[in-house]
């Protein structure tokens, strides 16, 4: 379970957010909504551990992440807007490399069952480089389909650049993770069609530090 | 965490095959640099051999720094460093795998390609082997040194003079034995006394650099 209290994020002296709480069972997706600039992407970082909270904390199996900063990065897969890709690596070795610092085995049949979930088997062999911007979202978020494991799944606008089959594909892997009790947080601007036993929206509009002046 | 060091390792090390040029490129600049001081200052035998081991030690440490700036800035852009914060094994280790392949792209080729660079100067062949042995303990301090000053300017304007401020005057004890030990066996002195030195240092910064390395990267990702 991912507990967050009353965190608050402030990037120079602008308040972004505050007084934010919210908490995320097994088999829920939270969304966090927000008007460009409300600080989704802060809030994301601040959920990965790579960016303190200026108040507040969150808490992963009722202990607060930064105590066990690396056991909690174990529990979870971060795709950010960057995609995170070597230009000059293939996009095999760019996953297998990903896969292996996440602990997972790095065998080369896995991985690319996994770019062919997502229909990029094809660009297997190619440096990422010549990818379409697309093809490239495509092989990061292959990372998500060797991962099942890994219980929390923290997406940037995992949408972006994405045509409608992939999308449907990925909407597909969200449920099944959901389903089989992961946890999902992401941003979009696009309505999700998932399955879930839960879908929760956190709305940094209604915390910004603007509302909660007026 | 060996695992996750040999895989930060190959990943280096296959980039740095990938983009072989960045690779000649420091090791062109060394033997220029080198190359260019018997050049200009004429052919005086006694006058090359004393300051050889200054030449070739400043050389070899601007040749080093050239290469900094590509240690954690790429990763920075494209956002695998974040992947490297957030990989469940200890940054320490990831940061000791990229100080590794930084050394061996960046250090290792200079202690190769010295002591050929030695012969221009009229050094003795002691002094040729000591050379080759103290740049060997010596690089592998100035990666470490470097990969502090290259974490803590990552992402700010004007970081390539920001890490030579930074890195410099700590590759000073570096320069002063290294090169001594050089002078010191031209001298006829030996130069154990230096070496020792030089591999003192060598392990306070195996101690020390990769944790600072580290803290300073968690700093600048936020």
């Known amino acids: 379970m991912l507990e967050a209290r009353r965190l608050e994020c402030t990037r120079g002296d602008r308040r972004l957010f505050s007084d934010l709480s919210f908490s995320l069972n097994g088999g829920q997706l939270l969304r966090v909504a927000g008007a460009n600039g409300s600080g989704k992407t802060s809030l994301l970082r601040i959920m990965c551990g790579l960016v303190s909270p200026s108040a507040g904390e969150l808490r992963w199996q009722g202990r607060p992440i930064r105590a066990e900063r690396e056991e909690y990065s174990r529990n979870l897969v971060f795709i950010g807007h960057l995609n995170a890709l070597k230009d000059d690596l293939t996009a095999l070795e760019n996953l297998q490399i990903a896969a292996a610092l996440g602990g997972m085995p790095a065998d080369s049949g896995r991985m690319l069952s996994g770019l062919d979930r997502f229909g990029v088997a094809h660009c297997a062999e190619l440096p990422a480089k010549v990818l379409s911007q697309g093809q490239r979202r495509r092989v990061a978020l292959a990372r998500l389909a060797l991962t099942p494991a890994v219980p929390l799944w923290i997406l940037d606008e995992p949408f972006s650049a994405l045509d409608v089959g992939a999308v449907v594909e990925l909407e597909r892997l969200l449920a099944s993770h959901l389903a089989s009790g992961g946890m999902v947080v992401l941003t979009t601007h696009q309505e999700v069609q998932v399955v879930a036993h839960a879908i929760l929206r956190v709305d940094l509009d209604l915390h910004s530090a603007a509302l909660q002046a007026a | ?222």
């Open chain 2, 1 to 222: 965490m060996i695992r996750a060091l040999g895989w930060v390792l190959r990943r280096d090390l296959l980039l740095a095959f990938r983009r072989r040029g960045d690779v000649v490129n420091a090791l062109v600049f060394f033997v220029i640099v080198v190359s260019l001081f018997p050049l200009g200052v004429g052919p005086e035998a006694s006058q090359l051999r004393n300051m050889a081991p200054g030449v070739l030690w400043v050389a070899a440490l601007l040749a080093c720094m050239l290469s900094l700036a590509r240690l954690f800035a790429p990763d920075h852009q494209d956002g695998t460093l974040e992947q490297m914060l957030l990989a469940g094994e200890p940054l320490v280790v990831l940061v000791m795998g990229k100080v590794l392949s930084h050394w061996l792209m960046s250090g290792l080729p200079l202690v190769l390609i010295a002591p050929l660079l030695g012969l221009q100067f009229d050094l003795p062949a002691d002094a040729l082997v000591v050379l080759c042995v103290s740049l060997l303990i010596g690089t592998p301090v100035l990666s470490l040194i470097g990969a502090v000053g290259a974490a803590l300017t990552l992402g700010v304007r004007g970081s390539g003079v920001l890490v030579a401020l930074l890195v410099l005057p700590l590759f000073v004890p570096v320069l002063i034995f290294g090169a001594g030990s050089v002078g010191a066996t031209a001298a006829g002195t030996g130069a154990e006394a230096h070496l020792l030195l030089l591999g003192g240092f060598l392990a306070l910064a195996l101690v020390l650099a990769p944790w600072a390395s580290a803290a300073a990267l968690r700093i600048a990702m936020e």
